[in-house]
């Protein structure tokens, strides 16, 4: 008989041992597939150079060592351009990309979710359709397009595509669709504030986690980016396209190598631990209801 | 009373008019659209509309471009076996990958919805990490290495199966079932946070009344309840995964090299990026990417379709 049992609910459901059993030997089949190799780089990147060379290949290292970090910040000083600049790139891209994207998918959401006006479902359909395929489809003729505005090998190239990302006007529109009352809108209305004020000051305070996932989904994918080809300047190169220069130098690297994926993978997922629960409530009003 | 205090009806004037009167009223609206819209105008809009025309020209980036009718489209069909390859390939990786990763973001999610918080929190961060994680699918490179070192590798020789070393990824056996496996370590992405957003959403009085009601154990749960209450993420999710399942060229360039072993994974991604990058034929490569992207639609609006209709 099926066993009886509470979890989060008040009234008992009922949950048969078997399901519970079979549900977890495959979660954990699972996870080990998606957990072993990330621990894997882990392990990779504290191994000193003759563990990463043994043969039969162990999974755990035997004497940790920090030497294939080291490694990694000295080869980084040899670097002609200095690092620091590399840095600065990512960083200064990420935040005008990021924050302008922020500011004005946000308005362009507030206005397409609160006030009705004539076209604003066109363009949120427009938007929506454009979920519906990948930006790859569109590298030729943006380049094109970036060359006939001289933005090709300026930070440009790299900013103000992301101020138009699709994703975050997408989420913050439904978002604003079910959290914003609109009762709460019209008095601000009625109080003699202007729309501008009304976004600014009522609807942006009720929408952190949205705007958190915003700057997350943001900076997740600037972070990430790699060679463009909208930049060609060796000053003006990504963080992330340095880092996977200097270690793409064979078997002598391939410590220094471990030790950068380790280092490009830990920021985004810290940046997701701590920013977790409000991704998850923004992603609450993401369903497509049409 | 005055004929000018009366109040103007939505049938006292014409739909033009009507319309016209609302756009004035919300000026502020197009006003705060606007910043967005021209940028999404401008990268998104409008390189689609571009590539549609440039699509009929043989532009090259050199000369002035000529109208070449449907001429690119015809040759991609009919003399270029190699796109014929590519076609099947990407089919082939986006009905594995996109049904795959979408059924397993939704299993997953489904099974961990009912641990305590700070477990799933756990959970949810180790199925979601590897697809954040930048180039961290360059492991599987390590794992697959063409040498001894390589776990796969030595594990097979220890086990008497092999003598000598498989270099996976240059085998045209093995580079489009291993890929599909690293893209899919890599796809449980935004849908799968929707899912269990979603999960966490439905009303659990729901629940409490099915099981009043009779509902059995989880599965009837999870084919009367849940299912039910989860259409629009159910959506959103599919789209977000088909969508992801078209664009994994750059884990099969990162892998396999470019072009992969006897084209054995090059898909449209790369045929494209091919005649874009390297050889300037940007009418050959726009015609490319049109079909790409009517692909891409297609396969879109077919799914979405097929679950609005279960829905119903």
């Known amino acids: 008989m099926a066993k009886m049992r509470t979890r989060n609910h008040r009234v008992v459901l009922s949950r048969s041992a078997g399901g519970d059993a079979g549900i977890t030997v495959i979660m954990v089949i699972l996870g080990a597939f998606m957990f072993l190799p990330m621990l894997y780089t882990l392990m990779q990147s504290l191994k000193p150079l003759d563990e990463l060379w043994m043969y039969p290949p162990r999974f755990f290292v035997l004497k940790p060592t920090f030497r294939n970090f080291k490694d990694l910040f000295s080869l980084m000083n040899t670097s002609w351009v200095p690092f620091s600049r590399y840095i600065f790139n990512t960083v200064f891209t990420t935040i005008a990309g990021t924050f302008g994207h922020l500011l004005i998918a946000s308005m362009c959401a507030y206005a397409l979710a609160k006030i009705k006006f004539p076209g604003g479902r066109f363009m949120f359909k427009t938007i929506q359709t454009s979920l519906m395929f990948h930006a790859t489809v569109t590298t030729v003729t943006s380049f094109i397009l970036m060359s006939a505005f001289k933005m090709i090998d300026t930070y440009w190239a790299i900013i103000i595509p992301a101020w138009g990302s699709t994703l975050g006007l997408y989420l913050m529109k439904q978002f604003m669709d079910t959290n914003v009352a609109d009762a709460i809108l019209e008095s601000a209305r009625l109080d003699g504030a202007n729309e501008f004020r009304t976004f600014w000051t009522i609807a942006m305070p009720m929408v952190k986690p949205a705007w958190l996932t915003l700057i997350i989904y943001s900076f997740q994918g600037l972070w990430n980016a790699g060679a463009s080809i909208y930049i060609y300047s060796e000053q003006l190169k990504s963080f992330n396209y340095a880092i996977g220069q200097i270690t793409a130098g064979g078997i002598r690297r391939a410590g220094a190598s471990a030790a950068s994926t380790v280092l490009m993978m830990a920021v985004p997922i810290i940046v997701f631990v701590i920013s977790q629960s409000n991704i998850i409530e923004t992603m609450g009003s993401s369903g497509m209801k049409d | ?312």
């Open chain 2, 1 to 312: 009373m005055s004929k000018e205090l009366k109040a103007v009806r939505r049938t006292d004037i014409t739909r033009r008019q009507w319309i016209w009167k609302e756009m004035k009223k919300n000026k502020v609206a197009y006003v705060m659209v606007a910043p967005y819209m021209i940028v999404f105008t401008l990268f998104t809009v409008l390189p689609v509309v571009l590539s549609a025309v440039i699509s009929f020209t043989d532009f090259n980036m050199l000369q002035w471009p000529h109208f070449v009718g449907v001429s690119n489209y015809i040759s991609l069909f009919f003399d270029d076996d190699i796109f014929l390859i590519a076609v099947k390939n990407t089919f082939i990786f986006a009905a594995i990958v996109g049904p795959a990763s979408y059924l397993l973001s939704f299993l997953v999610a489904w099974f961990i919805n009912e641990l305590p918080p700070k477990v799933r929190a756990l959970v949810t961060l180790i199925f979601y990490a590897p697809s954040i994680s930048g180039q961290v699918y360059l492991i599987w490179a390590t794992l697959f290495s063409s040498d001894a070192y390589g776990w796969a590798n030595a594990m097979l020789i220890e086990l008497g199966v092999i003598v000598k070393p498989i270099a996976f990824f240059q085998n045209a056996k093995y580079v489009m079932p291993l890929c599909i496996i690293v893209a899919l370590w890599t796809s449980l992405g935004t849908a799968f946070l929707s899912f269990i957003a979603g999960l966490q959403g439905v009303d659990k009085s729901l629940y409490e009344a099915g099981a009043v009601d009779g509902v059995k154990n989880r599965w009837q749960e999870l084919y009367y309840i849940t299912l039910p209450s989860m259409g629009p993420q159910l959506m959103f999710g599919a789209i977000m995964s088909i969508t992801g399942s078209f664009g994994f060229g750059g884990i099969v360039t990162a892998l396999c090299g470019f072009p992969s072993v006897d084209y054995a994974a090059h898909t449209i991604v790369h045929h494209l990026e091919d005649y874009a990058n390297q050889r300037y034929e940007i009418g050959y490569s726009s015609a490319i990417a049109v079909i790409l992207f009517l692909i891409m639609i297609g396969a879109n609006m077919l799914v979405k379709n097929i679950i609005a209709k279960l829905g119903r």
